[in-house]
């Protein structure tokens, strides 16, 4: 059973960083894909960077390219999300998911809600990027 724990998110200030986490059980990323994804209040959940179990190939949505950074540890068993100058804008709950269909390989079609391409999701951290 695929179980997704995110933390590390707060409240910073524009220009800062954070660094969320998203632990999988044992096992998971040996042949699971993890996808991190933000929901704003009054917004479509919305993907932000994925990192696929196949070959490690990585995906980042037009507006967090250049700030942030997904990696993995399959010894910690946990999936990274670096975010570097954080602005309002990025201000969500960040979840991560594992793709539904061929898990091996992140699900990239944006056609589709990701609450019917992703699933497993953890509860979500906030993160509030203000001055």
Not at 55 to 65: E, I, L, Q, R, W
Not at 85 to 92: M, Q, S
Request: glycine letters at 10%; aromatic letters at 10%; a negative charge.
């Amino acid at each position: 059973q695929v179980r997704l724990v995110e933390s590390g998110g707060g409240s910073v200030q524009p220009g800062e960083s954070l660094r969320l986490s998203c632990e999988a059980s044992r096992s998971t990323l040996d042949y699971h894909s993890i996808g991190w994804f933000r929901q704003a209040p009054g917004k479509e959940r919305e993907g932000v960077s994925c990192i696929s179990a196949d070959d490690g190939s990585t995906y980042y949505a037009d507006s967090v390219k250049g700030r942030f950074t997904i990696s993995r540890d399959r010894d910690q068993s946990t999936v990274y999300l670096q975010m570097d100058n954080l602005g309002p804008e990025d201000t969500a709950v960040y979840y991560c998911a594992t793709p539904v269909m061929n898990p091996e390989n992140c699900d990239t079609d944006t056609s589709r809600p990701a609450r019917y391409r992703y699933d497993f999701w953890g509860r979500g951290t906030q993160v509030t990027v203000s001055s």
